[in-house]
Every structure is written in C-alpha cells, then in structure tokens.
C-alpha cells in the first residue's frame, strides 16, 4: 500500500509517493520496539531487487549500533532502525554510501519520509 503526502500547491489533495513498503518491514520493525524480544534489535531496508519502490528487509539481527553499521551494504541506498540500549529509544535513518547509482540515490531520497512514515505507522 503506497504512502500518501499532501500536495500544497494543490490545496491539500492527497497523493501517493509511489513507494510500496513491503509488509515485513513493518513486522521486523515491531520486534525491534519489543520490549521482550532480544533477538532482533535493528533492521536494514533497501529496494527489493530491482523494483523501484518496493522496500523489503536487507538485514536485521542484534548488537545495538555496532551490529547495525556493519550489516550496512556498500553499494545501496537504505533505511534502517535501531534501539539504543542505554535508553530504551529508537533511532531511525538513510544511509547512501558513495558507491550507489546515482538514481537510486534520487529515488531513495525522494521516498525516504514516505518510507518512514508508512512502517512506523504500521506498529
């Protein structure tokens, strides 16, 4: 189900941002906000294959921040998630290496908040 943003130069008419985020974003995103779950503690997302918008899980596990900067792949645009042990909080962000195509890199920034939006909301 792709996101929807509000146009202002349209007068608030709703549209869609064209990404599809896929439903096991949102899935290993409420493992990681689990309280009781210890196995899963950050998520890497990125394009599923070659689509260019639908995002799935590139990786996920556990090891706080260290685990997550490791699993980041070299040559893709992605988004991810993180719980900080020390405080319980949860950080999100994008990540576009150098390496990435430069149309990639586009795409991925212009679907960065649509992505957010779409698999927090799902939690």
């Known amino acids: 189900m792709p996101t929807l943003f509000t146009d202002p130069r349209s007068g608030g008419v709703k549209k869609s941002s064209g990404v599809n985020v896929l439903p096991i974003v949102s899935t290993t995103w409420a493992k990681v906000r689990d309280d009781i ?3 899963v503690d950050w998520l890497i997302a990125s394009f599923d294959g070659s689509s260019k918008t639908d995002i799935t899980i590139v990786a996920s596990g556990s090891g706080g921040v260290e685990g997550c900067a490791a699993a980041l792949p070299e040559n893709m645009a992605c988004y991810g998630g993180c719980r900080l042990h020390r405080n319980g909080r949860f950080v999100t962000f994008f990540y576009v290496p150098e390496g990435t195509p430069v ?3 586009g795409r991925a920034s212009m679907f960065k908040n649509g992505t957010k939006q779409r ?4 939690t």
Do not use: G, L, P, V
Not at 119 to 122: D, E, L
């Open 119 to 122: 698999w927090i909301s799902a």
């Open 37 to 39: 779950n210890t196995e």
């Open 103 to 105: 149309m990639q890199r």
